[in-house]
């Protein structure tokens, strides 16, 4: 008995590695959201010129929405887009999109070589409307329920993953709460 | 040669910089001084390990506008670290606060270096007990070790 307690710093020191080894596997990228279960921010944005709408915080009541926040300078932007694409128009998602920072013909240039999937874009030029949502990467995706409240972030691109296993499943699951 | 030494420590002054942009300063020192210490515990949220206060990223360069905008509008420091932790979270502080989910980070050391001072004292404690079931250290000598102590000094003497 008297020798364990001999084992008891060796005992330690794995422990301390093995947390050690799975912080490996966390993306340090990935900051939980101060926001999620509240309400989405107040706020309104022109629409990105040559559309009709922009987005506000009243459009995002009623109906489960996805808000995505994209730029034409973003690559990763790029790589999600066609996930974005197929969730609103082959799975009837509305999908909002928030063009943060960006030059309003290179976001229409990008636009018309990637297709539009947003029913409607809001510019925020200046980034401000984004910090408000705690944004500080793009892209990022933010799941609206029909109270708009934001129940779900997404860092970084959707993945056809995240929206098969997590988004999906959950739009389902709000949409049939009320 | 001093001369030389104090010339190459002014070339080199600008790489050390701050992050912050002339055009941010406030023209109130008051008010910018309060700004540049809160800007300095919060986290820049691209580059991690930077402040705002010292990270060239635009977003901290547009959380150092914020900040400096809640100031002017007459926000306290408290309120304006409010309103960066109510849309980013305590992560962005640098200083993270003292509550239920962070307790281990706290109190974490004091509580290993307690357990180690304790393991040490009765560790100690115990040899020392060792020592007197054994006989202690203040056990007269047995005739054998006299003898030879003796034998010891008197060489010694010679």
């Known amino acids: ?178 | 040669m001093k001369a030389v030494i104090l010339a190459a420590f002014l070339a080199l002054t600008p790489l050390t910089a701050f992050a912050v942009q002339p055009d941010e300063v406030l023209p109130d020192p008051t008010l910018e001084g309060r700004a540049r210490e809160i800007s300095k515990d919060l986290r820049c949220l691209v580059c991690q390990n930077q402040s705002i206060d010292d990270s060239n990223a635009p977003l901290a360069r547009d959380l150092r506008l914020l900040v400096r905008e809640r100031l002017k509008a007459g926000d306290s420091d408290q309120q304006v670290v409010h309103f960066v932790t109510d849309r980013y979270g305590d992560y962005v502080l640098l200083r993270p606060p003292f509550k239920a989910t962070t307790l281990v980070l706290w109190i974490g050391p004091f509580a290993i270096l307690a357990i180690g001072a304790i393991g040490t004292a009765l560790y100690l404690r115990g040899r020392k007990s060792a020592a007197v079931a054994a006989g202690g250290d203040t056990a007269p000598l047995t005739e054998d070790e006299r003898q030879r102590l003796d034998a010891l000094l008197r060489k010694e003497d010679a």
């Open chain 1, 1 to 178: 008995m008297r020798r364990l307690i001999f084992l008891l710093p060796l005992l330690l020191f794995v422990g301390v590695g093995v947390a050690f080894l799975l912080g490996f596997e966390r993306d340090p990228r990935d900051i939980p959201s101060a926001l999620i279960d509240k309400p989405a921010p107040e706020f309104a944005l022109a629409p990105l010129p040559g559309h009709k709408e922009g987005v506000s915080s009243a459009m995002l009541k009623g109906d489960v929405t996805l808000v995505n926040v994209f730029a034409s300078w973003c690559i990763p932007c790029k790589a999600e887009h066609p996930v974005i694409t197929r969730l609103s128009k082959e799975l009837g998602v509305t999908v909002r999109g928030i063009n943060y920072k960006d030059k309003t013909e290179d976001a229409l240039d990008w636009l018309k070589r990637n297709g539009d999937p947003y029913a409607s874009i809001g510019a925020d030029q200046d980034g401000r409307v984004s910090i408000d949502w705690g944004v500080y990467g793009v892209p990022e995706t933010y799941l609206i329920d029909r109270q708009g409240r934001i129940r779900f972030k997404q860092v970084g691109p959707l993945t056809p993953q995240v929206v098969d296993e997590q988004i999906l499943p959950m739009i389902k699951h709000l949409r049939a709460a009320s």
